[in-house]
């Protein structure tokens, strides 16, 4: 029994020539904004208001920085500004010296010692020579 498997599942439909559904929404609200506030305002005024409405319908729609929608990077922002930050600061008393530098990894064996023997090494040889057995024999 076959059965099919859906591929291309990211990928948005195309409703309006080019245009996704949500695309055509924001390209239909800016033009709906900046229809309603030349109808409102003097020209002058709505040229000076509506190019950064314009600007940002037009980024909603065709900008993709890093490969991703405009949208996502408005929603990321606008949840970093309304959301609660917390910073914790410490006093540190003194100064960290020479004698509190505390040593992260182990001293380098001097030259021609052999490495001591360690059991993890072991363990992933043997799993990397199961890996690279051919089964199709």
């Given at each position: 029994m076959r059965f099919e498997v859906p591929q291309f599942i990211s990928l948005e439909d195309k409703l309006f020539g080019p245009f996704t559904f949500?695309?055509?929404l924001y390209l239909v609200g800016g033009g709906g904004i900046l229809f309603a506030i030349h109808k409102m305002l003097p020209s002058f005024?709505?040229?000076l208001v509506g190019i950064p409405i314009a600007?940002?319908?037009l980024a909603l729609v065709f900008y993709k920085p890093n490969g991703r929608p405009f949208m996502t990077?408005?929603?990321a922002f606008i949840l970093y500004s309304f959301t609660q930050k917390f910073y914790l600061w410490r006093r540190r008393d003194q100064k960290l010296g020479a004698a509190d530098v505390v040593q992260v990894h182990e001293k380098f064996p001097e030259e021609?010692?052999?490495p001591k023997e360690d059991s993890r090494r072991r363990i992933s040889d043997l799993a990397w020579s199961l890996d690279i057995l051919d089964f199709d024999n």
């Open positions: 949500m695309q055509s005024v709505t040229v600007a940002f319908s990077m408005v929603e021609g010692a052999l």
